[in-house]
């Protein structure tokens, strides 16, 4: 059974700083990417950033140069540091693992909210 442990989300700050981790367990593949994507109510889930097996990076256009997506491969975990927030990027954030082989494996969610 696939797990997701999530953290890291909360209240920030417009111009502050988060970092979120996603650790999966129940998973014994590791050629396979990790990433976050975000959600808004009334809005299609939108990809934030992902990670390939061999740390190949791809980021949306409007988080580019603020958030940086890592990864450890040893952990199974999936990081999102998120520098010079902004109130647009409040959202739920998820994790996801991309195998290829079948269905995407999703969090729960951990939600970011950027407000003064």
């Known amino acids: 059974q696939v797990q997701f442990v999530e953290s890291g989300g909360g209240l920030v700050e417009p111009g502050g700083s988060r970092r979120l981790s996603c650790v999966v367990s129940g998973l014994y593949w590791r050629t396979y990417s990790m990433g976050w994507y975000r959600q808004v109510p009334g809005n299609e889930r939108e990809l934030v950033a992902t990670?390939?097996?061999?740390?190949?990076?791809n980021y949306a256009d409007s988080v580019k140069g603020r958030f940086t997506v890592s990864r450890d491969i040893t952990k199974n975990a999936v990081y999102l540091q998120m520098n010079n927030l902004k109130p647009e990027d409040t959202a739920l954030y998820l994790c996801n693992v991309h195998t290829g082989l079948g269905p995407d494996y999703w969090g729960q969610g951990t939600r970011v909210i950027v407000s003064s």
């Open positions: 990670a390939s097996a061999t740390n190949t990076s």
